[in-house]
């Protein structure tokens, strides 16, 4: 068995094993150590004997042993289980019997890798570290960060929750609500930077989409009765749809209106609208939360045939829901987009220039790309190309930067 396939194995089963080994150690650094060292021992063992039939048992079993002999060998380790009154030799093995165990786990690991004492920065590199199952280098070539600074993160996660004295548990009652927004925040936005990569060469890097929404598909598994879990799901299912359309044969930006919507994916498209109906269900007549309403704008947009067929009083309509429980300047400048096709540009543009004063935006790329696509489909192309250009000068990716310029070279044609 080559070294790969038995990284792959570990990177599927590593958060089961890390969240188990929470439970009994009470110690993120512990347990992430202990089940590297699971992950050595089956790269000297697998290729020889061949993956056990359950590689996930194998590896907590193993891991079990492991903190044994470093307990013995190892002060730093026997006086942190001390100070938890713990001793590995006096537990049963940590592998959880039953599926529901493993759930909790889960679970908790989940929230404690999201947990708000932690910068936004720590908790996306812890989560993607224990839950993605990524090294830190792949943490760090993601987002484009020097592997040290991720490395820093990390480690400096896990002393915050050590010190912070962060239960290793699953929130319930008015802390609940906050604790789930940390962790839905957390995926969003590696999905995000996935979907439309913040700076550098690539629009889109398809691997954090692809954890985020294995890590969104996860979460609704276990939380079925949290409607905003399966409105973030549905959300990430139907924008995912759409990736391999994002981008031409060279790479270069392929922006929605000149998609070919039949390189969307259809089985997410399924699988989002499917998740969204479990949101609203899960609603139960209560107000949608701003993840499902965001999933009802990107389900309008699959249901359309072609992109002139799209409903965009529906989507006006939901943006203004969106505005009423959870109001920014960027869902108000979306909003304005939605309003140009569906009123035409001019009563957009109004929109827009009365936001161009709100230092949120201040630097935000979008606000003159969207202000000269809005002019320039009213005929104003010397203003509009001025407005690609100072978009372009602000954007760190580079598709971005040379799609912008390419608008700037043709101001007048349509190009949303």
């Given at each position: 068995m080559?070294?790969a396939a038995v990284?792959?194995?570990f990177?599927i089963e ?19 150590e202990?089940a590297?060292?699971a ?14 039939e359950?590689?996930g ?5 193993t ?5 044994i ?8 380790y ?5 100070e938890v ?9 940590p592998e959880?019997a ?30 993607l570290?224990?839950?993605?199952g990524?090294?830190?280098e792949?943490i760090a070539?993601a987002?484009?960060?020097?592997e040290p600074t ?8 896990k002393r ?24 839905l ?11 439309t990569a ?5 629009w889109l890097?398809?691997?954090?989409c692809?954890?985020a929404l ?7 598994g276990?939380?079925e009765?949290?409607?905003e ?9 139907l924008q995912a749809?759409?990736t ?15 998609q ?8 997410l ?8 109906e ?11 939360g701003?993840y499902?309403?965001?999933a ?9 045939a072609a ?6 009083d529906t ?7 969106l ?9 108000a ?5 939605a309003?140009?096709?569906a009123?035409?540009?001019?009563a957009?543009l ?8 709100d230092?949120?935006?201040?630097g ?9 696509d ?6 104003r ?15 760190r ?10 608008r700037?070279?043709h ?6």
């Open positions: 080559t070294t990284e792959a194995v990177r590593s958060p089961r094993i890390v969240a188990g080994l929470t439970r009994v150690v009470r110690d993120l650094g512990i347990a992430e202990l590297q060292d992950l050595v021992a089956a790269l000297e063992q697998w290729p020889e004997s061949g993956v056990p359950k590689p048992a194998w590896l907590m079993a891991a079990r042993h492991r903190a002999d470093l307990v013995r060998r190892r002060e730093t026997a006086r942190k289980l001390a009154g713990r001793s590995l030799e006096d537990v049963p093995s959880p039953e599926p529901d165990a493993i759930d909790d786990d889960l679970l908790r690991l989940i929230f404690t890798a999201c947990h708000p004492v932690l910068s936004t920065e720590a908790r996306i590199a812890l989560t570290r224990l839950l993605g990524l090294t830190t792949e070539r987002f484009l960060a020097p991720v490395a820093q993160r990390i480690v400096r996660a915050t929750l050590g010190r912070e004295g962060v239960a290793f548990e699953v929130p319930y009652g008015p802390d609940r609500a906050a604790r789930l927004g940390s962790v925040e957390v995926i969003y936005l590696v999905f995000n930077e996935g979907y913040t700076a550098g060469g690539d890097r398809p691997a954090l692809e954890d294995r890590l969104a598909r996860v979460l609704a276990l939380m009765r949290e409607p879990v399966h409105g973030l799901a549905a959300l990430l299912e749809s759409r391999a359309a994002r981008t031409g044969p060279d790479g270069a930006v392929v922006l929605l209106a000149d070919n919507r039949a390189r969307w994916d259809r089985l498209i399924r699988r989002g609208v499917a998740a969204l479990r949101a609203v269900a899960a609603a139960d007549g209560g107000g949608l701003p499902t309403v965001q009802a704008i990107a389900a309008c947009h699959a249901r359309a992109y002139g067929d799209t409903d965009w989507i006006v309509a939901l943006y203004d829901r505005a009423a429980i959870a109001p920014s300047p960027v869902v400048l979306n909003r304005a987009v309003v140009s096709m009123r035409g540009p001019e957009a109004a929109l827009v220039d009365a936001l161009a004063a230092p949120a935006l201040d935000y790329h979008l606000l003159p790309s969207v202000r000269g809005l002019l320039a489909r009213t005929g192309t010397g203003e509009a190309r001025a407005e690609f250009v100072r978009a372009a000068g602000l954007t990716n580079a598709r971005e930067r040379a799609m912008l310029l390419d700037a070279g101001p007048a044609r349509d190009g949303r």
